[in-house]
């Protein structure tokens, strides 16, 4: 079975503050993929990152960055320096290899940045 | 050049109708699905086909018929439209990896059913 948790049903912060959302994930799969996705008031999904089982390393992408730790079961998401147009909904998601490619998502996180 | 493509992007019906949505997408993928996103934006598979064969099959009803004329189209028809089919609808597609399909999806922009 494989299950994806975003604790943080909502979240509002001021515009240039750093904003943690945070992911854990069930599997027992070894080999499986996370990633977060991006849905800005406008309905769109937009895929933001995938990462393997087998990278640990975390990623920085201009004010994005993503922290995965296997010891914890976590792939948590921060947006430093946060713009009005970071407000969304993000979702966390799993794929595991032993079920096809089918994407498990979290119940997302509202982000709502006022200036 | 958009990727993958859904019609309609907004549907209002009455219960009891039949309705369609349509998705296209051209990036050559032998995978595509459809996710259903409820109220509380919570989204969830349906459907998966690779190459017109129907592969994900969640516990839907059977009013929701996926079909894939072709590897680049895979539509939904629903018949006797319920209230709580009202959700908004993803197709996505993803490209075949060495062992089967990869797991980038590439999502469609979303079909929001009403049903009243």
């Known amino acids: 079975a494989q299950k994806v948790t975003q604790a943080q049903t909502e979240i509002s912060v001021v515009e240039k503050e750093d904003v943690t959302l945070d992911c854990v994930y069930e599997?027992?799969?070894?080999?499986?993929?996370l990633f977060w996705y991006k849905q800005p008031p406008s309905g769109e999904l937009v895929f933001l990152i995938r990462?393997?089982?087998?990278?640990?390393q975390n990623e920085i992408s201009g004010r994005y960055s993503w922290n995965f730790q296997k010891s914890t079961s976590s792939f948590n998401f921060t947006i430093t320096a946060s713009q009005v147009v970071d407000s969304a909904v993000y979702f966390c998601?799993?794929?595991?290899?032993?079920?096809?490619?089918?994407?498990?998502f979290g119940e997302g996180t509202q982000l709502t940045v006022n200036p | 050049d958009t990727a993958v493509s859904q019609t309609p992007k907004y549907l209002v019906t009455q219960m009891g109708n039949d309705k369609s949505i349509k998705c296209e997408q051209n990036?050559?993928?032998?995978?595509m699905y459809w996710y259903k996103q409820d109220s509380k934006k919570f989204l969830k598979i349906m459907f998966s086909?690779?190459?017109?064969?129907?592969?994900i099959n969640e516990t839907v009803p059977n009013r929701f018929s996926p079909k894939s004329p072709d590897k680049a189209h895979l539509n939904l028809h629903i018949n006797s439209l319920e209230l709580g089919d009202s959700a908004v609808y993803f197709c996505?597609?993803?490209?075949?990896?060495?062992?089967?399909?990869?797991?980038?999806?590439?999502f469609g922009p979303g079909t929001r059913l009403t049903v009243l």
């Open positions: 599997t027992r799969d070894t080999t499986y993929y």
């Open positions: 996505a597609s993803s490209p075949q990896g060495t062992s089967g399909p990869t797991n980038e999806q590439f």
């Open positions: 990462r393997n089982s087998f990278d640990e």
């Open positions: 086909y690779n190459n017109k064969e129907l592969i």
């Open positions: 998601a799993l794929s595991q290899e032993t079920s096809g490619s089918r994407l498990t």
């Open positions: 990036l050559g993928h032998d995978t």
